[in-house]
C-alpha cells in the first residue's frame, strides 16, 4: 500500500515543480526571519530573487550544527515562539544542545510523513505497532507516534527500557510492528527468549529500525532472531525527526528520501562540491515545508550516496543508500549521539586528569558497551586505590547525568594510551555492525 498516492508517486517533473516553488517560498522565509540566513546570504551576495530554478540552490551558503549551537537556543527559528508547539533537542549534547521548534502545521507534516514511512515499512491501519523508541527530548518515540496515529493504527507507547515488561507487552498485547533502534530490539529479543518468550509465537510482520548505523549483516539477524521484516528509517532532529527517509518493504534497497518535503544533496566533504549521484558524500538538505526551523544546505555530517533509479513499489522518490558512516566523530551509543570533545568537557572539569583519553565501544548481548579509558598524573596515580575507584565512580557518574548512559570509566597510569603521530586515537569502536 501507499499511503499518498499521488505525491509518493508523482512524476518527477511535477515534483520538481513543487520543490522548486516550496525553495523559493522558505529561502524567502528565512531571508526574512532568520538573521543568521540573512547574513549568511547577503555575505554569499546572493538574494532570495535569485532562486529561479532549483540548480540555483547551488549559490547558497552551507550551514552546520556549529550555527545551530552559535544560535542555541531559538535564534534559528522562523516564527515567533507563540507559534511554537513544540521544542525538541539533539540527544547527548553537553552544555549547549541544538533546539528545534516545531509549529501545528510542522507536527501534522511531520506526523503525514511518518504514516507515510510506516506504510512504507509495512504497517497498515489496523496493525498494532510496539513503539520502542525513546519518549522525550528524543524524536524517536513521539515521531512515530504521532504517526502511527496519523495512519490510524494502534500505538503502544511502550519506549525505551525497562526490558522483561517490553516482553510480557509484546506477548500479551500482540503487536504486529515493532518501531526502534536495531540494537535495542536485538537486545528485547534476547531478553524475551530468557523469559521463554519466542518470536516464533509472537504476531510481529514488520520491523522499521533506524537511529543508528546497521548493516545488512544485522539486518539478516534481525529478520532471523525477531521472525519479521526488517526495514530502516532515517531522519534527525535537525531537520524534523524520523522519517525524512525510509525504506519500503516491496523492494528493502535504499531509502525513499521524501522529495516534496526535503531536497537532498551529495557534497565531498572536503571541497563541499556535489557529487554525481552513486558517488558517496555527504547528505546535506533544505527543508521545503518546515515553518518553525527551516534549514538551507545542512550539513548532516552522514556519508551515503543518491540512487536515482526507478524503485519496484512505484514511489518515485530518490533512494539513498544505507548510512555508513560519518564526516565527523559522532558516535551513537545506545541511541545517544556523543562527541568525544563532550566526554572531554566532563574529563576536563576534574583535577588531576591528564588530557589524554580515548573511548572503547564494544557491543556485547546486542547491546553498546562504552568504557572511558582516562590517564591520570603521576600525583594522583600515587594516591591510594580507594581514592581512585571514588574517581571513576564520580567521572561515570557526571557521565550519567550528562548523556543519560553508562559508562564503565578506568584510570590508567600515565602514558598508557597510546600516543599518535598525528590526530590523537580518541575512540576504538570493536562493535560490529
Ligand atoms: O535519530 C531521529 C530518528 C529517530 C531516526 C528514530 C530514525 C528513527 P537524532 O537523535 O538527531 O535523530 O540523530 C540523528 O542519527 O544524523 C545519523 O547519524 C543517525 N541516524 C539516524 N537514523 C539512522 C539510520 C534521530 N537509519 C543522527 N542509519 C543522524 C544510520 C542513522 N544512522
Redesign the pocket.
Known sequence: MIFNMEYETMPREALEAIQLRRLQTTVERVYANVPFFREKFQQAKVSPADIRSLDDLRRLPFCTKMDLRDNYPYGMFAVPMDLVVRIHA??GTTGKPTAVGHTARDIQTWAHLMARSLVAGGANRGDIIHNA?GYGL???GL??HYGAEALGASVIPVSGGNTKRQAIIMKDFGPTII?G?PSYCLHLAEVAEELGVSFKDLKFRYGI??????SETMRAEIERKLNLIAV???????VM????AVECHEAKKG?HIWEDNFIAEIVDPVTLEPVPYGTTGELVFTTLTREAFPLVRYR???ITALNPEPCICGRTHIRMN??TG?SDD?L?IR?V?IFPSQIESVLLDIEGIAPHYQLVVDRKDSLDVLTVLVEVNEKLFSDEVKGLQAMEKRISKNIKDLFGISAAVKLVEPKQIARSEGKAIRVVDNRKI
Open positions: 539533539s540527544s523508541f528524543f524524536t524517536g515521531g512515530v518501531t533502534t529500525f533506524g537511529a543508528e548505523p546497521w530502516d528509517i532515517y531522519g534527525l532532529s535537525e525527526g524520523p522519517g525524512v531509502l548532516t555530517r552522514d544505507r548510512i560519518r559522532m551513537i541511541g549521539n
